[in-house]
Structure formats: C-alpha cells, structure tokens
C-alpha cells in the first residue's frame, strides 16, 4: 500500500511539531537530551521513512528487531547492549518515532517474514553442539552445517563452493536465500512528492516513482561464494538447520589454501575474502565498494565471513558448484556436532 501525499503531510505535521518539541527541550538543557531522545530528534529533522509503505517498513521493523536481539550461551533471549556501536537500537528509536504517526507498532507474526522457533524440539541445538565447548582465545572461524558435509571437510580437506545464483533458490530455509546477485537501496521521494513531482534523473535515466520511494537495484554478474562466521552464535546453527560446526582455528591457513587451490584450477578469476560488510538500504548509499562483499542489514546477526571469487570477465556460461580439494584439516580445525 502507498502513502498518498495528503497522508505524507498530515504525519509530517506532527513529525515537525515533535522536532519543535525536542528542539525547545534541547535548548532548555543547554543544549542537551538523553541519547534516545537525541535520536528521535535526528529521526524528526529528517524522516527518510516517511514516504516508505506500509509492507516495506514492517519489514524493516522486523529485520531491525532480529538485529537487535540475541540468543545467549544459557538459551536465554536477549536484547543487544544499548552502545555507541548498536546500530540496531538507533534504527529502531526511528521506527518507534516513524510508527507512532501510523498507530503503532505492527505484529510481528503477520509480517511476511520466517520467524524461527530456537526452542522446538528440546531448544536451541546449539547447546547440544557446543555443550560444554571452550571458545578458542585467539581468532577462528566457524562452519555451520550437516555433519554429514563436514567430516570430509575435516578429515580430507573436500569442499563445494556455489555461484551466488544458487542462494536465490526458493527451496533453501530464510536464513539462507538471498539475491546475491544484486543489490538494493531505496532512495526517499516524500520532499520531491510533497512538492508535487513523481520522477527524478538519475545518471541520464528518468525513474518515476509516483506514490512510492525509488526501489533502485545493482545487478552484477554471478560469482563464487564461500560463507564462514567470525565467532560461535547460538542463532545459527536452527537457522541454517545445521548439526553439527567445524572450527577452524588457523583461518589465514585455511582462507591461504581456500585461495590458492581454487586459483590453481581457475586462475582467471579475482579472489575477494574478509567479513562482510553490511549496509541500511535507506541510508547506506556509499557505505561499501565491492557489492559481492556486501548484505543488506537484515542479515548482520549472522556476522559472516566469506571468501568469494569475482570474474575478470562475464562468464559465457551458467555457474555450476566447484568441487576443492585443500587438504585435510585435522592439525588446525575440529568438529562438534549434536
């Protein structure tokens, strides 16, 4: 559902009337406001969401909720530190001040989005998988997935890496289907339509956007995508339906070998390897330069590391999955499983 103009201006009266109110505030203080009212004032003095419908901010709503909640060693549910490095808390004072000229806030169970059950079938399998498990001191890896898969990882160094395409098919769980071959960012028009105009020029083309904000999509060519996470979370393995974790404990030996096996088999290929960077559709227009290391936010609970492989040229043909073989991995990485 669209924002028609004459509701875009009715909120935004009282978007501005709330700007006056923290701007009084502030000046009373000396200048000074609690951190979340400094952000509601931020969000008042620029309400980029206010043009974005209905469907598309609860799913905002949503991903930003799963960002800002944990799951603890313990399998206990919690909510992430308010700091200046929580993002997610930030994002979510703007959709509380965003919500509250709409009604408020909307019910997660009737948002188009898979919501995971951690304590179906006895709790979170990561307690069986990690039970009594003591992380490592220094910086390691984590794989996620089927034992099934893992052991010849482990015992003979045998892995499948698959073209990013292959993540976009509908049968994988939520945690893992993504377009990973291109990129969104949503670009806000509520100014440019208060003001009574529905298109805009960008870089020669005219987009029209009408009653909603520019959807505005990168699409680049297909790829090969390894993915890997930074620490041990207690989301992932239910999310990825994985029972079991392979730990590496030498990721530059590992990500080392990864590389150079993969080369020596196609060496006209550029290797990308390094944690993920992930961006706001809304606000993060410059926010990476390298789309094939790069997620929407919506994903960030899941701190990925990936190795990828970019072509030098487009490929002439579909991408089928790459069988590697980098040597067994008994003396620096181990396998738990449920």
Not at 5 to 15: E, F
Not at 104 to 114: C, F, S
């Amino acid at each position: 559902m669209t924002v028609s103009v004459d509701l875009m201006r009715a909120r935004l009266r009282i978007h501005e009337e709330r700007h006056t109110e923290f701007e009084n505030r502030a000046k009373a203080n000396g200048g000074s406001l609690p951190r979340s009212d400094w952000w509601r004032f931020e969000y008042v003095a620029n309400p980029y969401l206010l043009g974005c419908p209905d469907d598309r901010l609860a799913i905002r709503f949503h991903d930003v909720f799963t960002n800002q909640t944990e799951l603890s060693r313990e399998a206990l549910i919690g909510i992430l530190p308010v700091d200046d490095g929580n993002h997610f808390i930030r994002k979510f004072t703007h959709l509380l001040e965003e919500y509250a000229v709409r009604g408020g806030l909307p019910n997660l169970n009737d948002i188009p989005r898979t919501n995971v059950d951690y304590f179906a079938d006895g709790g979170p399998i990561a307690k069986r998988i990690f039970a009594d498990y003591v992380e490592p001191p220094r910086p390691f890896l984590v794989k996620y997935g089927s034992r099934q898969f893992l052991e010849p990882m482990l015992r003979k160094g045998e892995i499948r890496i698959c073209p990013a395409s292959y993540y976009s098919d509908t049968s994988h769980n939520a945690a893992i289907q993504d377009d990973e071959v291109s990129r969104v960012f949503c670009i806000p028009t509520w100014r440019e339509r208060l003001a009574g105009k529905n298109y805009t020029d960008i870089q020669g083309h005219r987009i029209e956007y009408k009653h909603d904000d520019i959807v505005l999509p990168v699409v680049f060519d297909d790829y090969y995508l390894y993915s890997l996470c930074d620490h041990i979370y207690y989301r992932m393995p239910t999310d990825f339906g994985a029972d079991a974790a392979l730990i590496i404990h030498d990721p530059v030996r590992f990500t080392q070998r990864f590389i150079s096996t993969f080369l020596a088999a196609y060496p006209d290929w550029e290797p990308l390897e390094g944690p993920v960077t992930y961006y706001d559709p809304y606000l993060d227009y410059t926010g990476f330069r390298v789309p094939e290391m790069a997620k929407p936010f919506g994903y960030s609970y899941q701190r990925e590391v990936r190795i990828a492989f970019k072509p030098r040229r487009r490929p002439a043909k579909k991408l089928e999955p790459v069988f590697l073989n980098i040597g067994q991995m008994d003396d620096y990485a181990e396998l738990l499983w449920a």
